[in-house]
Nanobody, 120 residues
């Protein structure tokens, strides 16, 4: 099994910054994709950003230019630097990792979520 532990959420004023971290541990042969999703109250979970093992990134239009996803492959950790935060960024942020526990056993795990609240 693989465990994902997130940290870094909190309360911040609009225009401020936060940095989220997600560390993966357990039986990991390779992590192919790490991603951040978020879910606001009453809304569906949405993709925020992804990063593949080679470093290619992808962002939701709503966060482009404000958020930056990065990863430390040696530490199996993904980060989300969030700048110029807006009240509409308020949500529970979830880390997701897809990869292989062994050469023949894929995995797809979620973290427990971390609350980000942006006050106006």
């Amino acid at each position: 099994q693989v465990q994902l532990v997130e940290s870094g959420g909190g309360l911040v004023q609009a225009g401020g910054s936060l940095r989220l971290s997600c560390a993966a541990s357990g039986t990991i042969f390779r992590i192919n994709v790490m991603a951040w999703y978020r879910q606001a109250p009453g809304k569906q979970r949405e993709l925020v950003a992804t990063i593949i093992s080679g470093g290619t990134t992808n962002y939701a239009d709503s966060v482009k230019g404000r958020f930056t996803i990065s990863r430390d492959n040696a530490k199996n950790t993904v980060y989300l630097q969030m700048n110029s935060l807006k009240p509409e960024d308020t949500a529970v942020y979830y880390c997701n990792a897809k990869g292989l526990e062994s050469i023949v056993r894929p995995f797809d795990y979620w973290g427990q979520g971390t609350q980000v609240t942006v006050s106006s």
